[in-house]
């Protein structure tokens, strides 16, 4: 039988616009060693103001989910989102959100089952 894999470096980033979100993801891409790279999945919360700073590619994964609270009334949304990019085994995944007022929420369900299991939640990042 095969054993668990190692779970995700995962970290949540904050902030209320899009674009600094993105940014402050393409900072912390940026600022991962040689060692890190592999697939990096990144859930964001909402639609660019402006052009994305991110691009889809073999080694990013991009999803973007309508604005809303992710832990309330857009669970559903983000549990789908994250278990298809979890089917995907990336190496580290991030996720944008745009209100810091329910992240203790938000993390509260990520770590608990199944969730628990698969993701390591890393401190968060705010843009």
Do not use: F
């Not at 309508?66 to 789908?80: E, F, I, K, S, T």
């Amino acid at each position: 039988m095969k054993g668990l894999a190692a779970p995700i470096p995962t970290t949540l980033v904050t902030g209320a616009s899009a674009s600094r979100r993105e940014a402050a993801i393409a900072a912390a891409l940026a600022e991962s060693t040689p060692h890190q790279h592999g697939v990096s999945a990144i859930i964001l919360e909402g639609l660019p103001d402006g052009s994305p700073v991110l691009d889809a590619s073999d080694s990013l994964l991009i999803a973007r989910i309508a604005p809303g609270c992710l832990c309330c009334a857009g669970n559903l949304v983000m549990r789908v989102t994250l278990n298809r990019l979890l089917r995907q085994r990336p190496t580290r995944l991030l996720v944008g959100v745009a209100s810091g007022e329910h992240l203790g929420q938000l993390r509260s369900w990520l770590s608990s089952a199944p969730y628990d299991q698969l993701l390591k939640l890393t401190p968060d990042r705010h843009s």
